[in-house]
């Protein structure tokens, strides 16, 4: 199990015994550098749909294949 030690980053946790961190603040998505030129929230909102759909219908043919 994952324990917090004395010391530690925020954002980080650490098992015992083991010095990898799970920090990713550094991962950053490189086309988001450019705030202002987003597109608008519907647009967003639905290519956020699109994406949890087609990760549903994976998870949906997994199932199908297992079962």
């Not at 083991?18 to 909102?45: E, H, Q, R, Y």
């Amino acid at each position: 199990m994952a324990t917090l030690h004395a010391g530690h980053k925020p954002g980080t946790l650490a098992a015992a015994g083991d010095k990898t961190s799970l920090d990713i603040t550094w991962l950053k998505d490189k086309s988001l550098a450019d705030l202002d030129n987003l597109p608008d929230p519907d647009v967003l909102a639905l290519d956020i749909m699109e994406n949890l759909e087609a990760g549903l219908e994976n998870f949906r043919s997994i199932v199908r294949q297992l079962g």
